[in-house]
């Protein structure tokens, strides 16, 4: 066999074949070209050929293997399987194993450092490596020239850094037949691709479902509308996808809270049998939950409290007109007794409320509501403790959870309204700080005044990291998003700080020190709340409040 440079990897090997031109190609870049590969006559597949069977259709690696190789025992479990390794041969194997039980070694990577399963075995020129410096290696990208990582195995062997590996995956998915891609979304490619660090893009792209509806919106077989989105079943990888291009205005802004609540009216009144009823449960939360919620300036329905709390109410309609429909009952067959028996469950009072409202129930009362006063207050040493200790320990927890634990302990500041501060709530003015909580400002002591001034403490990561604006002194995992409520009140919690104890406690001094009307303004409470604070306290301030209020 004659020896040339090969035109491929320009190396001096033994010529297997010549190309169309002419040109010498050695065996292994002949049969890593593509042009060379063709349909497998066993999975169909079309790979690179490794023999032919009797009637010269070609067999890929795997399927001659199972096809020729035959099946033995597996020294370990006993299964017959196509052995992976061989006891006696150059491996130094001591046992025959299949697929069932062979595991590549754990050892230290040559490239890495670290102990990984072995991909490639040490040789006498090179050592262990791993499958992320086997595939990976540390070299210059034949695209950029950047030295860092390249991706070695591709199919023209020319090695290309993760970010232009990221480029070519995303721009096959984006790019339509004419070359172009849609001006909507070309923000979420800037942001996918100038990812910190590349290798999140190409794991989103391969394992995330959003990628896939991402494609669909690129070649136009989804509308690229709020509706396509919210018929794909639900999942964290469609409303992070929702986020994405809402943040780069691709799709406008909407209630999400309000738009699932929605939903979740519609599949409840679907299933409830009864068309009577179907329609008297979607006229119940259509016009008055859902109605209730959006026109609920003072306290936004975005809060995702105001939604759990809708839904409740919702079910528990509809699980009542479900079992008085198996009584062969409605409505209006109710008596008192019927009533105050169902009002021992807090979520029917709503709907119960209402049906009396439209004259669908008649001849009863509904007692009123009684104001409970609160139960849990936290010590008031123990709170003072939390609040010197977050002040001035820097150790004690982030800036962030120091700060939203400061507004709790010292201002009696609900968790759902602290994750919705934005940087408009705090201001400078004349060498002070000013946060607006309720109709007035309120100023900041010089401790809290700088926790506020490093906020917000860090961006979030990822793709959503490069689309997000810097509004919120809490910012969430999704882009443009603040923190959820309930993860920020688990942080707070971890720190000892259990907020409606400490709120309580919080707000009872408050109402001793100061009249009810500035307890209002200053910290965004209902003046009758602030009142009854007020009262509770054994204040004096009653009657300023009263007359500061008319």
């Known amino acids: 066999m004659s020896r040339a440079i090969c035109a491929g990897c320009e190396r001096d090997k033994p010529v297997y074949r010549r190309m169309p031109d002419g040109r010498p190609r050695c065996r292994n870049c002949h049969h890593r070209d593509p042009a060379t590969w063709e349909p497998c006559g066993g999975c169909g597949q079309t790979k690179r050929v490794n023999a032919r069977a009797a009637d010269g259709t070609a067999r890929c690696m795997n399927c001659y293997r199972k096809s020729c190789q035959p099946k033995l025992p597996c020294d370990r479990c006993g299964e017959l399987a196509h052995p992976v390794v061989r006891a006696g041969r150059r491996g130094g194997h001591t046992e025959t194993l299949g697929p069932c039980c062979y595991r590549n070694e754990n050892r230290l990577c040559g ?16 050592a262990d490596l791993c499958g992320t410096c086997h595939q990976a290696a540390i070299t210059a990208c034949t695209r950029c020239g950047t030295v860092t990582r390249c991706r070695g195995t591709t199919t023209a062997r020319q090695p290309i850094c993760w970010r232009c590996h990221l480029t070519d995956r995303f721009d096959e998915l984006l790019v339509q037949p004419d070359g172009t891609i849609l001006p909507a979304l070309k923000p979420i490619r800037d942001a996918v691709l100038s990812v910190d660090n590349p290798a999140t893009g190409l794991r989103w792209l391969g394992r995330s479902r959003g990628a896939t509806l991402l494609a669909q919106l690129a070649a136009e077989q989804l509308p690229l509308t709020h509706d396509a989105l919210d018929q794909q079943p639900p999942g964290f990888s469609v409303e992070h996808l ?17 738009a699932r609540l929605e939903a979740f009216a ?12 179907r329609r008297l449960l979607r006229s119940y939360a259509t016009w008055h939950v859902i109605h209730r919620l959006r026109n609920d300036r003072p306290r936004p329905a975005t809060w995702p409290a105001s939604g759990y709390r809708a839904r409740h109410e919702i079910t528990a309609a509809a699980r009542l007109l479900t079992d008085l429909r198996q009584q062969d009952r409605s409505l209006d067959t109710l008596h008192q007794a019927d009533i105050d028996a169902y009002l021992t469950s807090s979520a029917l009072r709503s709907f119960l409320t209402w049906a009396t409202s439209r004259k669908i129930i008649t001849g009863v009362q509904l007692p009123k509501r009684r104001t409970t006063q609160p ?14 200790t977050l002040l001035n320990d820097d150790a004690s927890a982030t800036v962030s959870d120091r700060f939203a634990g400061l507004l709790v302990l010292l201002y009696a500041q609900p968790v759902t309204r602290i994750a919705r501060l934005t940087t408009g709530h705090v201001r400078q003015a004349d060498g002070i700080t000013l946060l607006t909580i309720g ?15 490093r906020l917000p403490e860090r961006r979030p990561v990822g793709m959503a990291g490069n689309l997000h604006t810097n509004q919120w002194l809490f910012p969430g995992r999704q882009p443009d998003r603040p923190a959820d409520p309930a993860t920020l009140m688990h942080r707070l919690n971890a720190l000892g700080i259990h907020t409606r104890d400490n709120r ?20 965004g409470v209902h003046i009758g709340t602030a009142t009854r604070w007020v009262h509770e306290s054994s204040g004096n301030w009653t009657t300023y409040a009263g007359k500061h209020s008319q």
């Open 266 to 277: 519609q599949r409840t009144a679907d299933a409830i049998d009864t068309p009577q009823d």
């Open 375 to 388: 139960l849990r207050f936290a010590a008031d040493e123990h709170r003072w403790h939390l609040a010197r």
């Open 111 to 126: 490239g890495c450092g670290r102990i990984r399963r072995v991909r490639v075995k040490a040789t006498a020129n090179s």
């Open 439 to 453: 109709t007035a400002a309120l100023q900041l002591p010089s401790p809290l005044a700088d926790l506020a001034a």
């Open 242 to 258: 929702r986020r994405m291009l809402v943040a780069a205005g691709a799709l406008p802004e909407r209630n999400e809270h309000l």
């Open 504 to 523: 309580n406690t919080a707000m009872l001094q408050l109402a001793a020190e100061l009249p009810a009307v500035v307890i209002a303004d200053l910290l």
